[in-house]
């Protein structure tokens, strides 16, 4: 599923399953979203699984419809269905998926006055014209594997979920320029791609690692202050109140073991797994 965040207050999974009661199942058909975004926040690539049960002597619908049928009973522009797969009755789209990706998108050499206008809500212009690259990526692999993420929760969060995470990438690299830049100011924006990978992540743990990353590429903070911030497991302390703003933030994809996007392939098989998790390993809640 690909998603521009709708507006405050409408849901996505809503939407779905508005579009769903179109496709006249048995059961009314419920969503279950891998993944969960805070408002603001879009998506390139989210999936969820969905039980359809139709009328006696009905075939099932092949994935191909199923497709275009909740595309064209989708009441917001800013949602589609990309692809559709058969799966296994005990597969979850939450509890299955081995790793999360998340983008955030920032512009150097502009500002938000003479920003496009079309990736004002894509990006966050920072309004400086250099960054210390090397530094930011000397602090993201601070960040890498396993470690308590405390320090970078929401601060006024219940402390329910397990803190403990592992962050399978945190990369920093240049990005191609967008085709909204203006032909004047092409020569000056640079874009650059923040990244991270984990199986999950904690409630404004992306947000507050970017804006870490950042802060120290603007040379407000040093890649040693941003390990002695993760290991203070602390989220009142030092940096960890910086929070970067929702619009530049994408989850890009969502990862399954064994699943193949190549064409004509429409099952997703797996060993069988039961749709329980153990504690630590649920995904929970909006990531943002």
């Not at 507006?7 to 779905?16: A, D, E, P, T």
């Not at 150097?108 to 014209?129: K, Y």
């Amino acid at each position: 599923m690909a998603i521009k965040r709708p507006k405050q207050g409408i849901g996505v999974q809503n939407l779905l399953e508005k579009a769903a009661e179109r496709l006249k199942s048995v059961t009314p058909v419920k969503f279950n979203i891998s993944s969960r975004t805070d408002t603001g926040v879009h998506a390139l690539g989210n999936s969820a699984h969905l039980d359809i049960q139709r009328l006696t002597g009905r075939p099932p619908f092949s994935p191909d419809i199923l497709t275009l049928a909740l595309n064209r009973h989708l009441e917001h522009p800013d949602i589609r269905v990309i692809r559709a797969f058969r799966a296994p009755d005990d597969f979850h789209a939450r509890f299955e998926a081995t790793s999360r990706t998340y983008l955030y998108r920032v512009a150097t050499g502009c500002s938000l006055d003479t920003f496009s206008v079309f990736e004002r809500n894509l990006c966050w212009a920072l309004g400086t014209d250099h960054l210390d690259v090397a530094a930011m990526q000397e602090a993201a692999q601070h960040l890498q594997g396993t470690h308590n993420f405390q320090a970078f929760r929401s601060a006024s969060e219940d402390n329910w979920q397990n803190p403990v995470k592992t962050l399978l990438r945190a990369s920093v690299v240049p990005a191609p320029a967008s085709p909204f830049t203006h032909p004047q100011e092409k020569r000056k924006v640079q874009f650059w791609d923040i990244e991270f990978e984990s199986k999950s992540f904690l409630y404004k743990q992306v947000r507050r690692m970017t804006a870490c990353l950042v802060a120290v590429g603007l040379g407000t903070l040093t890649p040693s202050q941003v390990k002695e911030k993760l290991e203070s497991q602390d989220p009142r302390s030092g940096p960890g109140l910086l929070v970067a703003p929702a619009q530049g933030l994408f989850l890009k994809s969502v990862h399954y073991e064994g699943l193949d996007w190549g064409p004509g392939k429409d099952w997703y098989n797996r060993p069988s797994v039961s749709r329980g998790c153990s504690p630590g390993d649920v995904p929970e809640g909006p990531v943002l």
